[in-house]
């Protein structure tokens, strides 16, 4: 295959890192916790309360979000701080509701 026609095809890491991305964010709780990340770092405890679920089901997407490299964490003492893990996430969530909200009609 020449070089030309080898960048028209995503490398197989690249396709199967962007697939785990986009599973991370296909259940509802976790775009929930994104969201309140979003808007500031929080502890599970403060993510529990902002949302309304338990403590054992936000420690579990939380892992998952962590393996996905969305979320990262840093303990304060004894608490650990959650936080989106980068700008990317932040860009990646606004064209996602931007985009949701202009082919669906909403506002």
Do not use: W
Request: net charge neutral; hydrophobic share 40%; with cysteine.
């Amino acid at each position: 295959m020449s070089e030309k026609n080898e960048n028209l095809i995503l490398n197989e890491q690249i396709k199967e890192d962007v697939v785990n991305l986009f599973q991370a964010f296909s259940n509802k709780t976790r775009l929930n916790i994104l969201f309140v990340l979003k808007q500031q770092p929080l502890t599970v405890t403060e993510i529990c309360e902002k949302l309304d679920v338990s403590q054992s089901a936000i420690s579990h997407q939380l892992r998952r979000l962590k393996l996905a490299r969305l979320v990262t964490n840093k303990r304060e003492g004894r608490k650990i701080i959650y936080t989106l893990a980068d700008h990317h996430i932040h860009d990646i969530f606004d064209l996602a509701i931007e985009h949701v909200k202009e082919i669906y009609h909403y506002e």
